[in-house]
Structure formats: structure tokens, C-alpha cells
């Protein structure tokens, strides 16, 4: 009788155990944020695209493509670093997916049909990319504009780059949050501020007019 309560209690604390550590990761953990990195041209206007959209918890303007030692906007801005502006974007995939992301940067956020430019901004710096982080996002990328090749949604070829992110660079501080910070400079307001009535028009449940700050 004694070895069948011993047995019992054994078989309790096992099972206490078990539902213990498999109850205590998702009662406390929070959703794990993705990155993603997306080339538009200037990153002004992309940056201020994202930040608009509801899950995205920070956009930041940068520089991909290139090295740390030339990751400056004096350099970038000649156009033969490597580099292209960028933004990072971190974001919640249960309130934002990444596919959705794509379709915000093809349709919203620049001309994925232009080469080696963006509106009256020319050169390397200013290309269409994706910088994927992981296989998944490579997959998603590619049958994105697959699809919207098949579609023939533009009149020209798309000559988005999709390619690995090897590192980020920051953007020096005043670049950051610019349309925010300076919503009447004329670059904005001919060039960027069109983008965000794109967004609030084509995809309203996903717009948000307050944004981030980041």
C-alpha cells in the first residue's frame, strides 16, 4: 500500500511539474517582435509610410548594402558606397503580417518599377530592395512580386532587388522621424505626404493616423 502512495504522489508531481512549465511560457510571454528592412528611395517618406501602420512598433532610416565605414550620409549621398537607404522596421506579426508589409512597400510606400531611382532622387543609393533576415521572408518577397509580375499590376518590369541583410546602419539623428518633425518642407509635402493619404485610402484597417515615434 505504501509503494502504491509513493507511486501516486510521483505520478501528481510529474504532472504538476509538466502543466507548471508548459502553463508558465504562455501566461507570461509576450509575442516576439520581427524585423524587416525595406529600400524605397529617400528613406524620409518610407519611414513616415511605416510608422503609420497599425503593429509596427519602430521604423528607423538607415543605410543597408554597404560597410560600416561609409554608413554616412556625406558618403552615401555620392552614390558609390554600396549602400542604399533603408529603413528597419520592427513589428508585431500577430497584428501585422509580413505579406502585409510587402504590399504596403509595393503599392504605397515607392515605384518598385524604377531603376536605380525614386521620384526626382537618382543613383544606387535611392534603389527598390528588400533585405530579407530570414528564408521565410526571401520566400514571401519573391512570390510577392511574382504575383504581381503575373498580375501585370505595373506597366513596366519591377526591379525590386531581393537580397540578404548582411548589417543595418542608423541614420545620423536628424534624418530620423523627418516628415514628423518637419511636415512642411517642400520635398515632404510634394513627395511624401501623398504616400500616407495612399495608406489611409487603400488599407484603412491597417492605417493609423497617430503612428509611432521611433
Known sequence: MTAIKNF???????LCLTLGLAALPNA????????????????????????????????????AGGSATTALYEQ???????????????????????????????SVAHNPTQLNRQGPDVGTQYRSAIFYTNPEQQKL???TIQQLTAARTFSRPIVT??????????AEEYHQN?????????YIVIHDK???????????????PTGTSR
Open 178 to 186: 523627418y516628415l514628423a518633425l518637419h511636415p512642411d518642407q517642400p
Open 76 to 106: 552615401v549621398s555620392k552614390g558609390n558606397t554600396g549602400h542604399a537607404e533603408a529603413v528597419r522596421v520592427r513589428f508585431n506579426p500577430e497584428q501585422v503580417s509580413y505579406r502585409q508589409l510587402l504590399q504596403v512597400f509595393f
Open 8 to 14: 501516486r504522489r510521483y505520478l501528481l508531481g510529474s
Open 194 to 208: 501623398p504616400k500616407l493619404e495612399q495608406l489611409r485610402k487603400r488599407f484603412p484597417a491597417l492605417y493609423t
Open 161 to 170: 532587388q531581393v537580397v540578404p541583410l548582411q548589417r543595418f546602419y542608423p
Open 28 to 63: 507570461t510571454a509576450a509575442p516576439a517582435e520581427e524585423t524587416a528592412v525595406f529600400a524605397g528611395g529617400c528613406f524620409w517618406g518610407v519611414d513616415a509610410v511605416f510608422k503609420h501602420v497599425k503593429g509596427v512598433s519602430e521604423v528607423m532610416s538607415g543605410y
Open 141 to 143: 518577397a519573391q512570390a
